[in-house]
Each structure stands twice: as C-alpha cells, then as structure tokens.
C-alpha cells in the first residue's frame, strides 16, 4: 500500500487482507510503503512478478492523478498493472463558511463570476484532490477563484470554520461532523449522484454545471501479466467481501460507500479518470519533478 498507516486506504487494506485471508486459508501481510505522493509502493508493486503474491491497494490519485502531475514516474499507471477490483468510493463536499455569502452552488457561483480572483478556496496541497477538484470546478463552470494550498484538509477545513478562507472542497467523512452543527454549509456534493452521508446536499451537475461528475474511488491492482484466472478469482472474492454487513458499515463510518465492478469495467474507469484527471492537472499549470 503507498499510503501510510492510519487512514482510510489502511483501513480498507487491512479489513480486505483479513477477510482475504480467511478465504484462502494464507495469511494476507499488509505493508505501507508511503512516499512521493504513493510513487514508492506503487512502483514497487509495478516490478513484483506478477504470480498473485503482490499486490497493491490504493487510492484514485496515486493510479489517475499522478500520471499528468509529474513529469515522469518510474511506471505506466495503465501498462504496468492489471485492474483487479474497486472497493469503494466516497465523494468531496464543497463547502464555505459563515461569511461567504452564498447558500446554495448556484449562488457561489454568481457571487464568484461577480467578483473574479476575489474569492479562494483551500485544498490539502498542490496537486491533491481537494485542489484539482477546485480547478475542475474553475474550468467547467468558468469561474475565476484563488487556490490557497495548506499542508493538509485539516487546515484547511479550520480556516473555512474560522472565516479565514472562503471555500474548500473536503471529503465528506472528514467535515460532516462540521456540516451538521452548522459550522460550515455544504453547498453541492462532487458525485453524480446524491449520497446517503450528506443526503440534502445536492449535486454540483444539479446546481447548474453539466455532467461533473467526480467520486474518487480505492481498488486492487497487481503487476501486469498476471494470470486472468487469478485476477477473476480475486475479483469474485473481493465483490463477496463488499456485500458483507460488516465491511459495510466499516465503509459507512469513513464516509465512503462499497462500488463492486469487473476488471474490464476497473480499466475502463481508470482510463478515463486519467483522462478527467489530465484536463484539471493541465488547468492548474503545476507539475512535480
């Protein structure tokens, strides 16, 4: 796994090698290889044989988004792996805080063709998704708005709670807490469809920007050429796994939601976030050696 210990991709990681584990009768070990925005344990799953043994669980941005973000990675996110499984996805809420003076996106958007350049949004960095969502956001409902990265959602989160920052695009398990006692207002849900965590929030393609449309997900890949009866075989075990109440609700609690798919369905969605990824990377003009 090319995140660190602690967060969902961990979680999600851990709950599938255990129950993985009871299936084959084989222990299923979970190793954190963090660094360089996923770039260190996702190359090291792109050289393991492909036999089955290796595997790698991760995040939408280490697969989608660093392929136009950095001028050159040590793999092909597309060649050098076969899409096994989704797991999950859950959405990102744009919200802003008590002196913005917007309550619904229609609004926001109205106040921000108003004042170009006047308004800002916060994100966890350069190059995160919090920060490519604002400038999808930019491009698609052509709007001038100020990114103001922070060294982590968090902050971010604070500063809009705060007054300091005008906006911020956040994933919903880690503000909802903040939208229900009314700290912040969720204005418009990134998904293409309303989800069950923030349920009255709507969609931004509902508040007047057609088909935008972004839920980022976490799935399982291996190295490339691995045996298609193998990627079957793990694929149905993982589908039987995200209909179990109990991996449910642990999805529930991080905010995120179970999406069961084929390895050909899995291909097809990462070539064409790649794609959704590489028009938002190129917007925001920023690369990393």
Not at 99 to 122: C, H, I, M, S, V
């Amino acid at each position: 796994m090319p995140q660190s210990a602690g967060g969902a991709t961990d979680t999600f990681a851990r709950a599938i090698g255990q129950k993985l584990s009871e299936r084959w009768k084989h222990p299923v070990v979970i190793e954190n290889r963090a660094g360089a925005a996923g770039v260190i344990g996702t190359e090291a799953v792109a050289k393991a044989p492909a036999d089955g043994y290796t595997l790698l669980v991760t995040y939408e941005g280490s697969q989608a988004i660093n392929p136009s973000l950095y001028e050159k990675l040590p793999f092909d996110s597309v060649r050098d792996f076969e899409p096994i499984a989704t797991i999950a996805v859950t959405p990102f809420l744009l919200i802003v805080g008590p002196q913005t003076k917007a309550n619904t996106l229609a609004e926001f958007l109205a106040l921000a063709r108003a004042n170009p350049d006047k308004l800002n949004y916060g994100s966890a960095g350069n190059g995160s998704v919090n920060h490519l969502l604002g400038e999808m956001l930019k491009v698609e409902a052509e709007i001038r708005i100020t990114h103001v990265p922070y060294k982590g959602a968090p902050q971010a989160i604070s500063d809009v709670i705060g007054g300091h920052l005008d906006s911020a695009f956040a994933s919903a398990p880690s503000v909802i807490a903040s939208v229900q006692q009314g700290l912040v207002r969720a204005l418009a849900v990134s998904s293409g469809q309303r989800v069950a965590i923030a349920p009255d929030t709507p969609t931004i393609a509902e508040g007047g920007v057609k088909n935008f449309d972004v839920n980022p997900w976490w799935g399982i890949f291996a190295p490339a050429g691995l045996s298609p009866s193998i990627v079957s075989k793990i694929n149905s075990d993982v589908a039987e796994i995200l209909q179990e109440p109990d991996f449910q609700e642990l999805l529930a609690k991080q905010g995120a939601a179970p999406l069961a798919s084929s390895p050909v369905q899995f291909r097809a969605l990462l070539a064409k976030d790649i794609a959704k990824w590489a028009k938002a990377v190129k917007a925001a003009g920023i690369k990393m050696n």
